[in-house]
Antibody, heavy 119, light 111 residues
Framework: QVQLVESGGGVVQPGRSLRLSCAAS????????MHWVRQAPGKGLEWVAV????????YYADSVKGRFTISRDNSKNTLYLQMNSLRPEDTAVYYC????????????WGQGTLVTVSS | QSALTQPASVSGSPGQSITISCTGT?????????VSWYQQHPGKAPKLMIY???NRPSGVSNRFSGSKSGNTASLTISGLQAEDEADYYC???????????FGTGTKVTVL
């Protein structure tokens, strides 16, 4: 069965960096686009970034462009999100999500990892 | 890219039907049939309920249905049950360079 397990969250000071990981199993990781979606405490879902199956195409939300970098290692079945210059408004649960090919929907989600940006 | 607009809350009694709207623009909802809907219970990850406007993934109850007219998509839950009480989000592919957008979210309450 498909499993997505995020890790790397924690408490970090404003301006610092953090890298999230998402370990995938149960499907051919290298064949699917992968996304990061976040949810601030008590707020709605916000799409963050996507990488194509081979990592050649990447897109970002305006709110993180220039600060966050999405990447993947298909040999390790792992998705990453490098977050630099973190701000308090980046505080959220970060989910990785698998993209359903053709339908552009997020068909599987991880359980999420909490990032808290605070001094 | 602004979030798609959803009503903040919708409520209904058990057995009734409710409809949640999701309004965007011709650059997202109106321009593509890539609208999907997600259910999220408190403290849980979102779950895909509808994809490509009206299709249900395997295992999702046929009480959930989707449609679209112009720039507005809709999710209808028929035969409302207590377990349907949750937050619901729409999402759409967009021609914007950001590629994807979510709705503002709707809290469904079963009275």
């Amino acid at each position: 069965q498909v499993q997505l397990v995020e890790s790397g969250g924690g408490v970090v000071q404003p301006g610092r960096s953090l890298r999230l990981s998402c370990a995938a199993s149960g499907f051919r990781f290298s064949s699917y686009g992968m996304h990061w979606v976040r949810q601030a405490p008590g707020k709605g879902l916000e799409w963050v970034a996507v990488t194509s199956s081979d990592g050649s195409d990447k897109y970002y939300a305006d709110s993180v462009k220039g600060r966050f970098t999405i990447s993947r290692d298909n040999s390790k079945n792992t998705l990453y999100l490098q977050m630099n210059s973190l701000r308090p408004e980046d505080t959220a649960v970060y989910y990785c999500a698998k993209e359903s090919t053709v339908t552009n929907a997020f068909d599987y989600w991880g359980q999420g990892t909490l990032v808290t940006v605070s001094s | 890219q602004s979030a798609l607009t959803q009503p903040a809350s919708v409520s209904g009694s058990p057995g009734q039907s409710i409809t949640i709207s999701c309004t965007g623009t011709s650059s997202d909802v109106g321009g593509y049939d890539y609208v999907s809907w997600y259910q999220q219970h408190p403290g849980k990850a979102p779950k895909l309920m509808i994809y490509e406007v009206r299709n249900r993934p395997s295992g999702v109850s046929n009480r959930f249905s989707g449609s679209k007219s112009g720039n507005t998509a809709s999710l209808t839950i028929s035969g409302l049950q207590a377990e349907d009480e949750a937050d619901y989000y729409c999402s759409s592919f967009t021609s914007s360079y950001t590629r994807y957008v979510f709705g503002t979210g709707t809290k469904v309450t079963v009275l």
